[in-house]
């Protein structure tokens, strides 16, 4: 299969060429044709699959016919609307987007919360065929009356399920009020939980279905290894397997916001380069601390996984559970940020006794069984609760009863000295 024989004009062709690209991935072989046929679509694809380009592609291919190079804005009306829950993910979609539409003259735009409206204003008072946003900041402009999307012909919800883990449903709706009945509706989502499958049922039009985001798919490329270690001594394990090994750019997850702030002040208080992404923080400083990891001016970035999704960075080698996910899914989507496309990539998780439940969860989702080991100098305590110690294991399975703080697993080298309690504080 070529992108050719998709139905994609020459002037997509080329740009795809410029990009490097030679073959459509499994979701873009699907997606594109139906796309390009006006078809609403539900398509579960996961993170890394190329989804981006199986909406970006068609919809560019379906609004050439009426680019124009006109000055006027009313020649430029919003054709294409592209909801995305977070702020980095819309800039990447726009990014593509362009990228894609290089040699067509069409106009694009991204609008999202965390920085002033003027600039927003003044670039969609010029006229965008193709805009891409937040949901907090769409609705923002449409109340100011500074975008008009009568017009839209082309809806497209990226990461549905992120939208609905962040409270944007109502948003979603209200947005839904805004735009003409008589539209091609486009979802994508990484999971289709009952929630996801009742909002597409609400404006879906007998959709065609598109599924390549088979549960664990994007685990089996990488190497997963679950370190055993005391609540309290978390973060030094941490600070010891960057820096004995020599670790670059490493993506840290936290459960919440509060943690990713802590953790990265700690570190970095500690001899480890760290900066932290979150809600909480603006979009300049959210920004600046993306752009220092990317260019190696810091080891490593501390995020909740609201704030990871949407992150695009290449050749990210290792991945860090500092905390298990409390849904056993959200470890396949943290670690699918590593070992893409067959590319080797690392995940370590380190986990307390008290995490044993959702690291039996995880092997279960697996089918499989995670192997466990503890770093030498980091072995975890047996609490007065715990039971017997067992034979050392190098795997623990989602079968056996024995708690964590039991296990006598394989052990690594010797950390180094523990950082002064000043230090630490």
């Avoid at 290894?225 to 973060?235: K, S």
């Avoid at 600046?288 to 909740?304: C, H, N, P, S």
């Avoid at 690392?346 to 307390?352: C, D, E, Y």
């Amino acid at each position: 299969m070529t992108f050719a024989s998709l139905g994609l004009s020459a002037e997509l062709l080329r740009a795809i060429d410029d990009e490097g690209y030679t073959e459509p991935t499994p979701v873009q072989t699907q997606a594109i044709p139906l796309v390009m046929s006006g078809r609403d679509i539900m398509a579960r694809a996961q993170t890394g699959t190329g989804k981006t380009a199986a909406f970006a592609l068609p919809i560019l291919e379906r609004l050439k016919a009426d680019a124009n190079s006109s000055f006027s804005p009313a020649r430029h009306p919003v054709r294409a609307l592209i909801i995305t829950p977070t702020r980095e993910l819309a800039v990447q979609v726009e990014e593509s987007i362009g990228a894609y539409g290089r040699h067509v003259p069409l106009r694009s735009t991204v609008v999202y919360g965390g920085v002033p409206m003027a600039p927003q204003e003044k670039t969609l008072g010029e006229g965008v065929e193709i805009l891409v946003a937040t949901p907090g900041r769409l609705l923002d402009h449409a109340g100011s009356r500074t975008v008009n999307l009568g017009q839209v012909s082309i809806l497209v919800l990226d990461e549905a399920d992120r939208m609905l883990d962040m409270g944007f449903i109502d948003d979603i709706r209200r947005i839904l009020a805004l735009l003409p009945p008589k539209r091609q509706n486009l979802l994508f989502s990484a999971t289709l939980s009952p929630e996801i499958r009742r909002l597409a049922g609400s404006f879906l039009d007998e959709p065609a279905h598109v599924d390549v985001a088979p549960t664990v798919t994007s685990a089996e490329s990488v190497e997963q290894v679950v370190y055993l270690v005391d609540t309290e001594r978390r973060r030094e394990l941490l600070a010891h397997l960057v820096l004995s090994r020599d670790l670059r750019q490493v993506l840290v997850f936290t459960r919440t916001k509060l943690m990713a702030g802590r953790l990265a002040s700690w570190l970095d208080r500690n001899g480890v380069e760290a900066v932290a992404i979150h809600g909480d923080r603006s979009q300049p400083d959210r920004e600046r601390a993306l752009t220092a990891f990317r260019d190696g001016e810091v080891r490593v970035l501390v995020a909740t996984d609201v704030a990871a999704r949407g992150l695009d960075i290449e050749a990210l080698p290792q991945v860090v559970n500092f905390e298990l996910p409390v849904h056993a899914q959200d470890y396949v989507h943290r670690i699918g940020r590593t070992g893409r496309a067959g590319a080797p990539g690392k995940a370590f998780s380190l986990v307390t006794v008290d995490e044993e439940e959702g690291l039996r969860a995880i092997n279960r989702l697996l089918r499989k069984d995670l192997r466990v080991r503890v770093i030498r100098g980091f072995e975890p305590t047996t609490t007065s609760g715990a039971r017997s110690p067992e034979a050392p294991r190098g795997r623990l399975s989602s079968r056996t009863s024995s708690s964590l703080a039991g296990r006598r697993p394989r052990t690594g080298s010797r950390p180094p000295a523990r950082p002064s309690s000043a230090a630490a504080r």
